[in-house]
């Protein structure tokens, strides 16, 4: 039998290259996964609203880790960025916000597919994402769609217009979202659709009562009225994305006749660095030390009072399942819809 001998440096240069591969595939699996999310979420023969949780990145993110919040809606889409419309088929559904500073307005609709990855097509996004990439798909999505919100500053590829719209597009690059589904109809999804497209839409943002989490609170009670509350104790009256899903999850737990699921779109693979955990107000204190110690030394019995109160009404757990692969159940698949949703109550807990 003869043998072979690869020389050393071959040898390692075929194991790179293994690995390269590797990554490779692994990294187009998770979009393949991600597509199918996508597909799933909306094929479903019924209306749904989904919350989504968004976790803090960045210098912000370091000192306010409460995130971002918005809401997807399945069957409503976006003729523009200020008015919205049911959707045609193929149509993937649009996701809402309320942002600070753009262009004076107080919520801003942008389809799914561009909300997560700065993209129209489903064949365009990219398996593994540097700072750089992400610059340039954020503007030459914003040069085709957004010209009216954030104009350009000259002809110039290179010449990316300040300010804040770069968080309307491209969320997915910069942090993972968890997904909290409840079904909907398609009447209410008309109603909001009218009463949107008929209020003035002006910004009124303010951080502590017209922020984000609040515009989802009031979406979200449209479909299910009180169903979505503040939490004065372990928010200090603040609307935050945590309470928002607590709430929305409680809501469902009390009405097992609803439709709830949950789902988990990853952070894209890459350069850019990992976002972080979202926390609520006093939960964010609780494990912060630059916060908790200096606090603990002027007055213990604060500190004791306010671990208590996390313990009794604060705490909630994202499901334990592998995030990547909790996916939302397909509506033609009774037998994993239940499942799913069975799941979801349990895994998604105070």
Same mark, same amino acid.
């Given at each position: ?9 071959d ?28 597909? #799933? ?5 019924h209306?749904? *609203?989904? $919350? ?7 210098? @912000?993110? !370091? &000192? ?30 649009v ?30 996004i ?57 079904e909907? #109809? ?7 659709? *009218?009463? $949107? ?7 009124? @943002?303010? !951080? &502590? ?123 033609e ?7 799913s ?10």
């Amino acid at each position: 039998m003869v043998q072979l001998t690869i020389p050393m440096h071959d040898r390692e240069r075929l194991l790179r290259a293994k690995k390269m591969t590797a990554i490779f595939n692994c990294c187009a699996s998770r979009v393949l996964l991600i597509l199918w999310v996508l597909a #799933t979420v909306a094929s479903r023969a019924h209306a749904d *609203a989904a $919350l989504l949780m968004e976790e803090p990145y960045g210098e @912000f993110g !370091f &000192f306010s880790p409460t995130g971002h919040s918005a809401v997807y809606l399945n069957h409503v889409c976006a003729e523009s960025p200020v008015k919205l419309r049911i959707c045609g088929p193929g149509e993937y559904g649009v996701v809402l916000s309320r942002y600070h500073r753009i262009d004076g307005l107080d919520w801003i609709a942008i389809p799914l597919m561009a909300y997560l990855y700065a993209v129209d097509q489903e064949e365009d996004i990219p398996a593994t994402a540097d700072a750089r990439l992400e610059s340039r798909l954020r503007d030459e999505y914003r040069r085709k769609h957004l010209q009216l919100i954030a104009p350009d500053v000259s002809e110039r590829p290179g010449d990316i217009p300040k300010g804040n719209w770069p968080q309307l597009i491209g969320a997915s690059y910069d942090r993972k979202i968890y997904g909290f589904q409840i079904e909907t #109809t398609l009447q209410e999804d008309q109603q909001l659709i *009218a009463l $949107l497209n008929q209020r003035r839409n002006s910004s009124h @943002f303010n !951080f &502590f009562f017209h922020n984000c989490a609040d515009f989802s609170r009031t979406l979200l009670d449209h479909y299910y009225p009180h169903a979505v509350r503040r939490n004065f104790f372990v928010d200090f009256g603040l609307t935050t994305p945590k309470q928002d899903a607590r709430s929305l999850t409680k809501y469902a737990k009390r009405h097992r006749d609803l439709t709830f699921s949950t789902f988990v779109i990853p952070q894209v693979s890459g350069t850019i660095p990992r976002s972080k955990p979202t926390d609520g107000v006093l939960e964010s204190l609780i494990k912060s030390k630059k916060y908790v110690v200096p606090l603990a030394l002027l007055s213990p019995e604060v500190v004791a009072g306010m671990v208590t109160v996390y313990m009794i009404d604060g705490r909630f757990h994202i499901p334990p399942a592998d995030p990547e692969l909790t996916l939302p159940p397909a509506a033609e698949n009774t037998a994993i819809a239940a499942d799913s949703a069975g799941s979801a109550l349990s895994g998604a807990s105070e």
